[in-house]
């Protein structure tokens, strides 16, 4: 009887886990919350829109933003498995892989000769309308965390 319980026990958490992780879908127009969201020593944008199509395991994005460096559109995408991936716009490499119902984005950007390292926690709120990123920065001249909130539009 004990090991009856212990499979159906496990059973449910695997069924639980994988619910939980197919129910995580990040399509959508997405607006910078600038209120919301903190930059700590990076400058902040004017604004950032981003346009994600998710069809589990393939994740795209279109980011556009205005800040002090002009205004700037990246093309991202990335397969949910932990795969390596390279992007061209901008040039980078990384993987994205689920932890639970939250997505984690590695990836090394360079600028100018030098790498630029971040890893962003993704994760959405109950209702599906408020996507925040976590994301700790390594550049030449430190670390930094930043907390990116988007609104869904």
Same mark, same amino acid.
């Given at each position: 009887?004990?090991?009856?319980?212990?499979?159906?026990?496990?059973?449910?958490? +695997?069924?639980?886990?994988?619910?939980?992780? $197919?129910?995580?879908?990040?399509? &959508?127009?997405? %607006?910078?919350?600038?209120? *919301?969201?903190?930059?700590?020593?990076?400058?902040?944008?004017?604004?950032?829109?981003?346009?994600?199509?998710?069809?589990?395991?393939?994740?795209?994005?279109?980011?556009?933003?205005?800040?002090?460096?002009?205004?700037?559109?990246?093309?991202?995408?990335?397969? +949910?498995?932990?795969?390596?991936?390279?992007? $061209?716009?901008?040039?980078?490499? &990384?993987?994205? %892989?689920?932890?639970?119902? *939250?997505?984690?984005?590695?990836?090394?950007?360079?600028?100018?000769?030098?790498?630029?390292?971040?890893?962003?926690?993704?994760?959405?709120?109950?209702?599906?309308?408020?996507?925040?990123?976590?994301?700790?920065?390594?550049?030449?001249?430190?670390?930094?965390?930043?907390?990116?909130?988007?609104?869904?539009?």
């Amino acid at each position: 009887m004990k090991k009856c319980f212990t499979v159906i026990a496990a059973f449910a958490l +695997t069924f639980l886990a994988a619910h939980a992780q $197919a129910a995580t879908n990040f399509s &959508g127009e997405w %607006k910078l919350n600038l209120a *919301k969201s903190d930059y700590g020593p990076a400058p902040q944008p004017e604004f950032m829109t981003r346009t994600i199509k998710h069809d589990d395991p393939v994740l795209q994005m279109s980011t556009h933003q205005k800040g002090a460096q002009g205004e700037a559109t990246t093309e991202l995408k990335y397969t +949910t498995d932990g795969k390596p991936v390279e992007n $061209a716009k901008p040039p980078s490499k &990384g993987s994205a %892989k689920w932890d639970g119902d *939250k997505l984690v984005i590695d990836s090394v950007r360079d600028f100018q000769g030098a790498d630029l390292k971040f890893h962003e926690v993704w994760s959405l709120s109950a209702d599906g309308k408020v996507l925040t990123i976590n994301n700790h920065a390594t550049v030449p001249q430190g670390e930094f965390d930043l907390i990116l909130v988007f609104d869904k539009q």
